[in-house]
C-alpha cells in the first residue's frame, strides 16, 4: 500500500532561521510536486520534480528529489512571515499512476 | 493565466439530495481531478479524468460520480448527499507532467 509520509505535520520557527520539510514515500516515483496553501486559499504549485537528482529553487524555499531513498525535501533558508502557510507534497507514480498527497505541515514564522 | 473555475465558493444542501459540483478549466488540458479536503486527513482524490468521457477512481469514489461530456468541463456528482460528505472540494487540472492548477474550492455543507 502506497504511504506518503510528510514530517513535520506542524512547524513554528523564527524569522531569519533555516528549516527542511520531509515528504517520505513507499514505492517508485515518477513525479513529485510541492504546493502551498494559505487559509481559506486554494492550492498554490510551488515546484515540479521530474528525475532523481532534481533541485529547485524559488527565493527562500529549494525542493529536492532523491527517488532512490525515496524522498523530497522542501528547505526554507531564513525564513520570513509571508512563508506562514501549510505546504503540502503530491506523489505520482507507481503502476497505475497513484497521486496521493501528504498531510501537509502548517509553517508558522514568527517574528 | 491559468484558469480552473468551480461554479460555488459555498453551497449548502439537504440529506438525500443530489448535488452537483461543476469545474471549468481554461487550459485545454487532458487532465482533471476531484478532491476533498478534510482537517487532519489532508488531500483525498476521489475521482481523476485523463480525457473526454474517460473516468478513474481514486481513493474515495464511495457515493460520487463523475461526468467529463467535454474536455474543459469535469463535473462531481453526489447521488444522495450524506452528512458525512461536508466538506472542501476542489477541482484541479493539468498537463501531461505539469503541476496541478486549483480552483478556489467548493466549501459543501449538507445538513
Known amino acids: 500500500e502506497l504511504k506518503v509520509e510528510q514530517n513535520p505535520l506542524f512547524l513554528s520557527m523564527q524569522e531569519g532561521k533555516n528549516y527542511t520539510i520531509y515528504c517520505n514515500y513507499s514505492?517508485?516515483?515518477?513525479?513529485l510536486y510541492w504546493y502551498r496553501q494559505d487559509p481559506g486559499k486554494s492550492l498554490e504549485s510551488l515546484f515540479v520534480?521530474?528525475?532523481?537528482?532534481a533541485v529547485k529553487q524559488e527565493g527562500r524555499l529549494m525542493a529536492s528529489l532523491d527517488t532512490k531513498a525515496r524522498l523530497s525535501t522542501l528547505h526554507i533558508t531564513a525564513a520570513v512571515h509571508d512563508l506562514s502557510a501549510t505546504y503540502f507534497c503530491?506523489?505520482?507514480?507507481?503502476?497505475?499512476?497513484?497521486?496521493?498527497f501528504g498531510k501537509g505541515t502548517l509553517l508558522t514564522v514568527n517574528p | 493565466d491559468v484558469k480552473v473555475t468551480q461554479s460555488s465558493r459555498y453551497l449548502v444542501k439537504r440529506t438525500g439530495e443530489k448535488v452537483f459540483l461543476e469545474c471549468v478549466q481554461d487550459?485545454?488540458?487532458?487532465?482533471m481531478f476531484w478532491y476533498r479536503q478534510d482537517p487532519g486527513l489532508g488531500l483525498r482524490l476521489i475521482y481523476f479524468?485523463?480525457?473526454?468521457?474517460?473516468?478513474e477512481k481514486g481513493d474515495i469514489p464511495e457515493g460520487y460520480s463523475v461526468s467529463r461530456e467535454k474536455k474543459e468541463r469535469f463535473s462531481l456528482i453526489l447521488e444522495s448527499a450524506s452528512t458525512n460528505q461536508t466538506s472542501m472540494y476542489l477541482c484541479?487540472?493539468?498537463?501531461?507532467?505539469?503541476?496541478?492548477?486549483f480552483g478556489d474550492g467548493t466549501r459543501l455543507s449538507i445538513l
Open positions: 514505492t517508485t516515483s515518477d513525479r
Open positions: 479524468s485523463y480525457d473526454v468521457k474517460m473516468k
Open positions: 503530491l506523489y505520482s507514480g507507481g503502476s497505475n499512476y497513484k497521486l496521493t
Open positions: 520534480l521530474l528525475s532523481n537528482g
Open positions: 487550459m485545454d488540458h487532458e487532465n
Open positions: 484541479a487540472g493539468s498537463g501531461s507532467n505539469q503541476p496541478q492548477h
